[in-house]
């Protein structure tokens, strides 16, 4: 069976918090996003290399549809002038349905208001396997609770 080939999906939401605080826990700290959001996510752990490079792994355990999954991603790009940051999963979970599996998370800032753009590109295993939907909801609560928390520690 052929696949459709690579598919992209997008989903945003705008925050209060500072969106270059949002960036930078993505680049260089994603290991706090366990304590920002615990619900979603359990643990974040570098695998190799160092926190905020390219090419650094990254291994997270997260609940998804109330599953637990885990996912080992590598950082494949970090822009600072765009304010995104790019993740290619290369085992775990996402693999087992999909051949690639690539999320950006871009930040746009403009005074109190800012917008933070989650991009999944993949391509799936077999026909059968359904569009990340629901995963794009859970980027988009996991950035409301890290805005939340944020506006918490900023009060």
């Known amino acids: 069976m052929a696949t459709e080939g690579l598919k992209k999906m997008m989903g ?3 925050i209060k918090s500072d969106g270059d605080v949002f960036h930078e826990i993505f680049k260089s700290r994603p290991h706090h996003t366990s304590t920002m959001s615990p619900t979603l996510i359990q643990n974040v752990e570098l695998h190799d290399g160092e926190w905020g490079n390219v090419g650094s792994v990254i291994i997270v355990n997260y609940t998804h549809d109330g599953k637990d999954k885990v996912v080992k991603h590598e950082i494949i790009s970090i822009d600072e002038e765009k304010r995104s ?5 290369i085992e775990g979970d996402l693999r087992e349905l999909y051949k690639t599996f690539i999320i950006t998370v871009h930040v746009d ?14 391509e799936k295993l077999k026909e059968d396997v359904e569009d990340p939907n629901t995963l794009m909801d859970f980027f988009i609560a996991m950035s409301k609770d890290i805005e939340t928390h944020h506006l918490k520690v900023e009060s």
């Open 12 to 14: 945003q939401v705008e």
């Open 85 to 89: 940051v790019a993740y290619k999963a």
């Open 109 to 122: 800032t403009h005074g109190e208001n800012n917008l933070v753009t989650w991009t999944f590109e993949y």
